[in-house]
């Protein structure tokens, strides 16, 4: 799993990322808010170990900016421990709050725990999310920028599958396999058929993704 730490002390970064190794996360590290933002979109993260006293734009404003586009866990890690700023950062959507100086082992036990209980949500309800985008599969519902889109259930079902795996090629016959069953009687243009599809009802140029076809391949949800 991937986890995002927003903090401008270098060395904190540092300790932050070795404890997260050795537990087998992958880290990637921003140092200001703008970066923090503009990596979040990049990477999509697990989780979010975010600090509150941040140059450029501040943990606060960050916050508010990942609870637009996504539910993501966000732990926030800061020297500012007055019951003010715990609760302010608590109702932004922070999961929760350790205050500076912390112990990277209590660190390690709360990041698990924010994970155990928001993975167990994000599975049991079956979305992705993505800026300006949401495929909900439990409720069969797509939206774009809040807008509910008018999507039959294969469309949605290959879209919530491609969607669920960024950045990964499928051939056609996979595709063909895992939405419409081994014993389907058909060709691999339906795939193509559904695609089109849904590129008319959801793609433009001014998003971070789109279902990219890869020539001599298949497609894929490019991030």
Known sequence: MKILVIDDDIKICEVI????EKEGFEVVVAHNGMDGIAMFKNEMPDLVI???MLPKKDGYEVCREIR?????????????????DKVLGLELGADDYIVK??????????IKAVLRRTQGEINDEKVV????LTVNLTTYEVKL????????PKEIELLYFLASHPNKVFTREQLLDHIWGYNFVGDTRTVDVHIKRIREKIEKDKYPWKIKTVWGVG?????
């Open 219 to 223: 497609y894929k949800f490019e991030i």
């Open 50 to 52: 975010l600090d509150i």
């Open 129 to 132: 999310v993505y800026p300006n």
């Open 17 to 20: 990322k070795l404890y997260l």
């Open 101 to 110: 100086p912390f112990d990277p082992k209590e660190l390690i036990a709360r």
């Open 145 to 152: 920028e809040d807008k509910v889109i008018d999507m039959p």
């Open 68 to 84: 637009k586009i996504s539910n993501i866990p966000i732990i926030m890690l800061t020297a500012k421990g007055e019951t003010f």
